[in-house]
RNA sequence: GGGUGGUUAGCUCAGCUGGUUUAGAGCACCUGCCUUACAAGCAGGGGGUCAUAGGUUCGAAUCCUAUACUACCCACCA
């Protein structure tokens, strides 16, 4: 005998074992339709966490149900090198060692930094398996391995031939702690409390007149070059011109007018800084104003400051002494504290600081044009559709992508420097060649080139990623018949990082889309709707989850509340300090309870004996007409939802059917009383329901379905779920499936009468219908009666005219008699009556209004005016039977 | 400043192109059950003027307009 609960733990490593035996997982291209999904990259380093559990859930439901459907599924998994969350673990791994990285050569650096991933790289890969995702495993790429590398390389030159990609000096985005340049992107802007000081610049031969600035970094007043005002302002009209000395160091600098200059903010006059701010910089550009650069690259100020205390002190240090020495010097004339937004580096959290320097930068104009007629045209549909404004938005402001970064970890960039000439090809020989013709020099050496230092942004080789992994630069072979991919999903977080270019790269070397759709995932949050992160900590261990509730029962948690681009409220109370979860998670025990009800439905039906000579009785003919009807139903459903994407709806749907259709329903029909055996015919189309039951969850459920399909029948080696046919859809009698809901009622209805009158659940009794031609048809379909008996176990069913002494109710549209000895309470009884007729003849009333409404019949379609006119004979026969039954009162 | 979602039961959400018995589910709650598959269970029950105000329509939770609240995206802020 099987145990009473089920066990996820060995079963679920069992049957993966099993799959990957078989090599369910693994594609090769044949003559069948592909299905293609490629993995969004997790960080090489980084460990599972709720987001990437639910998006590679979503991913495995859609390849498993493509598989099962006959396609050529292929899930290619992979990790991304993660350059500056990487390049920032490693740094912080090798001072903890006593190493710094200024010390040791880039060469010992990646030495490091690849030990490191060869260490923990895959963990991720290793728990995706946990949760049951079916990757081909052999086809495990790595963003910078030497093949994605190349790629890499192939494209920057590619670009830069175009005309796309171009080096320039430009105000960027400073990471001061991982000392390199961010894209856009990569900043993330946040309301933070700051001051605001408001500064005296003297006059030039004055002490007493100047003007006052407003400005929240008064340690780069060092870097101004001038001061500016409003054309217009009357205040400061007679000091243009003019010049006024900087705070503390008392170097002269000019007053000008420019449109630019607020009048209402601050004290409208505005110090410019064009080394540390994007609009100093523009109007530095316009009055010919020098750059002074007050910065270091690690974020301390350096000799232009001038005061010695100052030099090589840390920003924040610096922003606090000024605060003194401004005060000291008499030019501090107010501090105001305000709200405003600071960009932080998305990676490393640190304050960003705009800065002028000399990068590498794609040119995006181009690229962006096609890739927006992609998604407004339909090429590459979006669920959820909204999302197109947002990507429409960004594609049509969107700015040069910065793609040098000043790291290490990453592809380093194709580009050799001779003097004042830039090479920038595949490799060196040939950047040694194109140094040889253009300098006229053949005796020019690989040695006298130098070879840019930098690397490319992450994000520049996980845009190639649906070409790349399947070699896409190198040969035709693989791309020809995988790509485009058919669906990528991912969270909408980095629709611009990632899924906009990912979009541009697919129609610029492959000149068509990457994926057909793109499904958006919403962010798993707390309880608190914060978006889970390991920053916060509020996130619980990925790894506890699945062994406390299953794979399957974590996988319908997440799953059962997540619909597409919809956030997911995942509450489930952990202790913050162990990641333990204290109590349990709803969703996900929702999940293991279901698993639980499956097995015991297995339990139930393989403890039945089977009887080959047995007649089919009656009831079990209805039953098996009846969820027949059922499951056709729930198919052609399963196949319109995901069509449309619609997971969650999907995954709601089927846990109805099996555990109210199936169990509490057919199975309460079917099964025979206590030690009988039941009838081989019903028994076969009870193993053929269960099996077709489990083929249409499993690509939610993989593990408890398979371990199912393996307990319901003796199989051949081979015949596993995971491979087994897609049940197809077909039609169903929808009327039949209504008379059933009338039946469903009945059962209710009467269980309720026993609810009310205290009567034992399974007491024998006798429930008469009143004679009617519509009681008499509906008791005439086959096994109706008997199956009804059985359900409210009723001695006896009868049609007659009959009234005796009990109860009375209506379902559908006829009274019925549960007859009984007891006493009832005859006030509670016309109350209830009471109740139920005011509820009928309002809804009667509100039907005979609408079709009593001569433009209702005439402009609404023939099918919405007859049913209304059933609606409204069913409610008036109901109505009549109600007062009949309150006459008694 | 520009834009996008959301607002339906105590909580989390379905309700897709307006009509399918004057709103559904899960969890929570109440009542009764250790009934022979399952107490990780079974049978029942209560609970919503669908944010507000207008409008379109024969008919609105559903479409339109405005307002409020809420979440988020982009840009900019000396």
Known sequence: MLPKQYSSAETEQNWYAHWMRHGYFRSVPDDREPFTVVIPPPNVTGVLHMGHMLNNTIQDILVRKARMEGKNACWVPGTDHASIATEAKVVAMLREKGIRKADITREEFLEHAFAWKDKYGGIILEQLKTLGASCDWDRTRFTMEPKLSAAVVRVFVDLYKKGKLYRAHRMVNWDVEAKTVLSNEEVVYHEEQAQLFHVLYRLEGSETEGIVIATQRPETIFADVAVAVNPSDERYAHLVGKRVRIPLIDRPVPVIADDYVDQAFGTGALKITPAHDQNDYAIGQRFGLEVIDVLNEDGTLNEHAVLPELIGKDRFVARKMMKGLLDASGTLVKLEDYRTNIGRSERTNTVVEPRLSLQWFVDMNTLAKQALDAVEGGEVKFYPDHYRNMYRHWMSNIRD??????????????AWYYGEHVFVEETAEVALESARKATGNPALQISDLRQEEDVVDTWFSSWLWPISVFDGFENEKEVAYYYPTSVLVTGWDIIFFWVARMIMAGYEWRGERPFEHVYFTGMVRDQYRRKMSKSLGNSPDSMELLHKYGADGVRFGLLSSSPAGGDLVFDAPFDKATKQIINESALCEQGRNFCNKLWNALRLVKGWTVSEDLPVPAANLYAVRWFEESLERRIAEQHELFAEYRLSEALKSLYTFIWDDFCSWYLEMVKPDYEQPIDAATYAATLRFFERSMQLLHPFMPFVTEEIWHRLRERREGDDCIVSRYPAAADFDKAFLYQGDIAK???????????????????????????????????AIEGLRETIQKLAFLEKLEISDAEPQGTSFVAGTEKYFLAFEKAVDAEAEKEKLLKELEHARSFVASVQAKLSNEKFVGSAPAAVADNERKKLSDGQARLAILEEMLNKY
């Open 401 to 414: 992508w910065c793609v040098s970064r000043q790291l290490w970890w990453g592809q380093r960039i194709p």
């Open 745 to 779: 009622d009945l059962v209710a209805k009467v269980r309720e009468a026993r609810n009310n009158h205290q009567l034992k659940p399974r007491d024998p009794l006798m429930l008469v219908a009143k004679d009617s031609p519509s009681a008499r048809s509906f008791f």
